[in-house]
């Protein structure tokens, strides 16, 4: 089985990356930073397309809002996805401005029917103006949203089939929700179809006060994969049947290549162990 593991294209990151493109699989760009660039930016990213897959990951178009997306910033992304001609592009289950204000982070809306067709709506959009769907991504979330109907798990799914999307599930921000909000993160992988799971985020994070008495997982990508998230790698490959691209996110506090390498090694053993088990059941 095929499946593929990297790293966040970053610029602190790049020459540790292109050194070592012999055990990187695919590396994934933050779309956002390329949309409406300089000619000489775009020309180094399509260098870079020559050189190693390239997935395009989106932080700003809101999917999951009741309220429609920026034309304009689809057909920018339209553009890129055209230029560059990624493995696949991605975006985020979250919606990031709300009455012509830009809220400036990715917020989980409620989980209610009425954003199932928001986000169902829009990724029908995104489909019909970029021309390929997008992977759609779970968000973390330090406040359970207000005035939710579904679960998380119930939510997702139900979008993944109202819009016929695959699943980027970013295994962090599943743990960090499940800590904080006391649910079962293996049940939430068992209510998802497994033949919608595509692609896999792997970050860290560290504990914060939320109130005297309480503390919250945040999901802020400057820290070490924890081995929860390992073990949940695992047990994906356990119910999962398809190849998976695996990608490890890193947005900050930078630690040698060969330690991120060595982050990327443990997340193939853990996958290869749960292809294992997988292989044994069949």
Not at 92 to 104: M, N, Q, W, Y
Not at 172 to 200: C, Q, T, W
Not at 220 to 242: A, M, N
Request: with cysteine.
């Amino acid at each position: 089985m095929n499946d593929r593991f990297g790293i966040g294209w970053r610029p602190e990151l790049a020459a540790g990356i292109l050194s070592n493109l012999d055990c990187i699989d695919i590396v994934e760009v933050i779309a956002d930073d390329y949309c409406g660039a300089p000619r000489p930016k775009r020309r180094a990213l399509r260098t870079l397309a020559t050189q190693v897959p390239v997935a395009l990951h989106g932080v700003t178009l809101g999917m999951a809002s009741a309220i429609a997306i920026d034309s304009k910033r689809l057909e920018q992304t339209a553009r890129l996805v055209e230029e560059i001609q990624p493995e696949f592009w991605s975006e985020h289950l979250a919606f990031v401005r709300a009455g012509g204000l830009e809220i400036g982070h990715l917020a989980a809306p409620p989980r209610t029917e009425a954003t199932v067709e928001g986000a169902a709506r829009n990724l029908t959009a995104a489909k019909k103006i970029v021309g390929a769907m997008p992977l759609v991504e779970n968000v973390a979330t330090l406040i359970d949203p207000p005035a939710s109907k579904l679960s998380e798990a119930d939510w997702t799914s139900e979008i993944l089939a109202a819009a016929n999307s695959a699943l980027l599930l970013d295994l962090h921000n599943l743990y960090a929700n499940s800590v904080n909000f006391g649910f079962d993160p293996y049940d939430f992988i068992n209510r998802m179809p497994h033949e919608k799971i595509h692609a896999i985020h792997l970050a860290g994070g560290r504990w914060i006060k939320a109130t005297t008495d309480d503390r919250r997982l945040l999901d802020d990508h400057l820290h070490d994969v924890p081995d929860s998230v390992y073990e949940l790698l695992k047990y994906v490959g356990q119910r999962t049947f398809r190849p998976l691209t695996v990608i490890l996110e890193r947005d900050g506090r930078y630690p040698p290549i060969e330690m991120l390498l060595n982050q990327l090694d443990r997340a193939r053993d853990a996958l290869r162990g749960g292809r294992a088990k997988l292989s044994e059941a069949a």
